[in-house]
């Protein structure tokens, strides 16, 4: 467990080579995993989505600061895409953040989706339980919504942000399902842009309509301009209250429970991926053979994949 | 299981801010399968050693027109064996005299691309020279 170690001591090059070790999905590195897992769940994680150019990026760097001057240690997970063409991809979300490039104890990791649609990658997970176990008091996420896999991406933080900015028709984007019942705080960024308040009313608005669940805790819609750094404090201070809000209500351990049961899933269908990755080859060739002459059907065909599975 | 990527960090130190030609380069790198960081202008050296080391990469390109590169190009090579990631490999590229590249190499930037250079040289350079340990 060489690099364990490092890592719960804050070394910073351990702790950038056991991500890259888990986002190659290195054996060495998915086995150190395993422990690194048991020191994780101390840090604050705060998810912030929304669409390409909302201003994720820019209000991180803003928040970073506030952070900061708070005394709280500080990792970034920020996620962009793979080019479905090339393979290859631009992080560029770190350039928005790099004044604090000689603080110590900031940490910012960027990561390419890798083909991963929706907000949730298990290199993403990965990187959020090192930074945690690394000793960060607040680790931020930052990736682009989709929609559906925005519910999922939700799930995985303390709290969630959800970034838009005026004149997108985002009135319709917020009703689709999924935003409305997760997102904790929404920001309005691009305040100073038409139609920021008339986007304020109608996220209020559908607020009203959306059922509860969400027990005390109502969500609360802020405006922001994150190129001028306006309404970062604000900012700062909602999400801080959520987190002594899901503190004294409990709500914490509801949120942890939700998270570990979506990491229990995750890695059951990692498992189930490298099984039938591993499965003879002949025997797949035989079972379609099977399935395509009318022999068996599909879901027999998978039982007798998945059956080996078990022993 | 999932293939493995090379991932590249460019950065433009000191006080140049012209950025296009390094945006190229980027996009280049992007096109052919590399996931670059890009940590945009006006870099320290620390600013850029530190991106590198926490973003594991295996290749640092730096860009320089303002003529600064013999002091800000060797300080980053420096700081960069200074922190235990002498393995990172450094190239350079920009306004860079001929004359200037021995010293450049002396420092420990592997290679310097001049001005001119075509992409797929500085793309078949990294191809051949930037593999994963």
New interface residues.
């Given amino acids: 467990m060489a690099l364990l170690n490092k890592v719960l001591q804050g070394d910073v090059q351990a702790t950038a080579k056991l991500i890259r070790g888990l986002e190659d999905d290195l054996p060495e590195a998915v086995a150190e995993l395993r422990d690194l897992y048991l020191h994780t769940g101390k840090a604050h994680i705060v998810g912030v989505s929304g669409a390409p150019g909302a201003g994720k990026s820019t209000l991180l760097g803003n928040l970073i600061g506030t952070f900061r001057k708070k005394g709280m240690t500080i990792g970034v997970v920020a996620v962009d895409p793979t080019s479905p063409l090339s393979g290859g991809a631009i992080l560029g979300d770190r350039l928005r953040m790099q004044k604090h490039g000689e603080d110590k104890d900031v940490f910012i990791r960027s990561l390419a989706s890798r083909g991963w649609k929706g907000g949730l990658s298990r290199a993403t997970v990965n990187t959020v339980h090192v930074l945690d176990a690394m000793g960060k008091d607040v680790i931020f996420v930052e990736a682009v919504g989709s929609g559906q896999g925005e519910t999922d991406f939700a799930r995985l933080a303390d709290t969630s942000v959800v970034v838009t900015v005026p004149g997108m028709g985002d009135d319709i984007q917020t009703i689709k399902a999924g935003i409305m019942e997760v997102a904790d705080i929404f920001v309005i960024n691009k305040a100073d842009r038409e139609g920021a308040e008339s986007l304020k009313l109608s996220l209020e608005a559908m607020l009203e309509m959306s059922p509860g669940g969400r027990e005390e805790w109502k969500p609360e819609i802020l405006l922001t301009t994150a190129s001028k750094d306006k309404g970062t404090d604000e900012l700062t201070e909602v999400i801080l209250r959520h987190q002594a809000f899901l503190a004294h209500s409990g709500e914490i351990e509801k949120r942890r429970r939700r998270r570990a049961e979506l990491e229990l899933t995750m890695a059951v269908e990692d498992a189930l991926r490298r099984h039938l990755a591993a499965v003879d080859g002949c025997y797949l060739e035989k079972l379609v053979d099977e399935l395509a002459a009318r022999k068996t059907d599909p879901y027999t065909a998978a039982q007798r994949v998945i059956k080996p599975a078990k022993s | 299981?999932?293939?493995?990527?090379i991932?590249v960090l460019i950065a433009k130190p000191g006080l140049d801010g012209h950025d296009r030609g390094v945006k190229i380069v980027?996009?280049a790198?992007?096109?052919?399968?590399?996931?670059?960081?890009?940590?945009?202008v006006h870099?320290?050296p620390?600013?850029?050693v530190?991106?590198a080391?926490?973003?594991?990469v295996d290749l640092v390109g730096l860009s320089c027109l303002s003529g600064a590169h013999l002091y800000l190009f060797s300080e980053v090579a420096k700081q960069l064996q200074e922190?235990?990631?002498a393995n990172v490999i450094v190239v350079g590229g920009g306004i860079i005299p001929k004359e200037d590249v021995p010293k450049l190499k002396k420092a420990g930037i592997k290679e310097v691309f001049l001005p001119g250079t075509p992409l797929a040289k500085i793309i078949g350079w990294t191809k051949e020279n930037i593999k994963l340990k």
């Fill in positions: 299981m999932p293939e493995r990527k991932r980027a996009r790198y992007r096109d052919a399968g590399y996931e670059v960081i890009y940590t945009g870099q320290t620390e600013q850029i530190n991106a080391i926490q973003e594991d922190k235990g990631a």
